[in-house]
């Protein structure tokens, strides 16, 4: 069925890194671009990251630029979220989520996983 | 403070029906069709239930219906059930750095 995995959450004290991964299945994963989005606790969603079908194009939000850096393995049906210089305020679920549009991007996302929860504290 | 905002909290009785707004600016509601809404029970991942303003996916109930007017969106249920209360985000993609912005959230509670 058609499902995403996340893993790599933990544990990490601030400035530590971490690699978030995504296993797609159950879709053609090399036509649609992925994002990841985080729900910090008790609060709302923050949409994170977003890479293009064939990872030619990457944004971040704000709070992450230079720090967070988005990838995919087509070949692999996995997209990654490298996670550098963690702050404590970086703790949060992390869900990646697919687009809705094939070969594009339109900010809906119709399937999500499970998350990965990551808690910077020292 | 989130890009697009809402009401923290609604709530509705059995078989009512209500609307959920969301207001955002000129760089996302008011120039792109593509805001999108989401239901989120807790513990549980986000589940789209409206894309582009309007358009449902697969599975998702006709009681789901969306609009949009302006700079500001609306997700309304119509014959309100007890396992409609949930958290709701509206979402939009913008032409800012943001790139896709979510609103704060707004909690159903059915009475």
């Known amino acids: 069925q058609v499902q995403l995995v996340e893993s790599g959450g933990g544990v990490v004290q601030p400035g530590g890194s971490l690699r978030l991964s995504c296993a797609a299945s159950?879709?053609?994963?090399?036509?649609?671009?992925m994002h990841w989005v985080r729900q910090a606790p008790g609060k709302g969603l923050e949409w994170v990251a977003f890479v293009r079908y064939d990872g030619s194009k990457k944004y971040y939000v704000d709070s992450v630029k230079g720090r967070f850096t988005i990838s995919r393995d087509n070949s692999k049906n996995t997209v990654y979220l490298q996670m550098n210089s963690l702050r404590v305020e970086d703790t949060a679920v992390y869900h990646c989520?697919?687009?809705?549009?094939?070969?594009?991007?339109?900010?809906?996302?119709?399937?999500w996983g499970q998350g990965t929860t990551v808690t910077v504290s020292s | 403070q989130s890009a697009l905002t809402q009401p923290a909290s609604v709530s509705g009785s059995p078989g009512q029906s209500i609307t959920f707004s969301c207001t955002g600016t000129?760089?996302?509601?008011?120039?792109?069709?593509?805001v999108s809404w989401y239901q989120q029970h807790p513990g549980k991942a986000p589940k789209l239930m409206i894309y582009?303003?309007?358009k449902r996916p697969s599975g998702v109930s006709n009681r789901f219906s969306g609009s949009k007017s302006g700079n500001t969106a609306s997700l309304t249920i119509s014959g309100l059930r007890a396992e409609d209360e949930a958290d709701y985000y509206c979402c939009s993609y913008t032409s800012s750095d943001t790139f896709v912005v979510f609103g704060g959230g707004t909690k159903l509670t059915v009475l």
């Open positions: 989520a697919k687009d809705i549009t094939i070969f594009g991007v339109s900010g809906a996302f119709d399937i």
């Open positions: 159950g879709f053609t994963f090399s036509s649609y671009g």
């Open positions: 582009e303003v309007s």
């Open positions: 000129n760089s996302d509601l008011g120039s792109y069709n593509l």
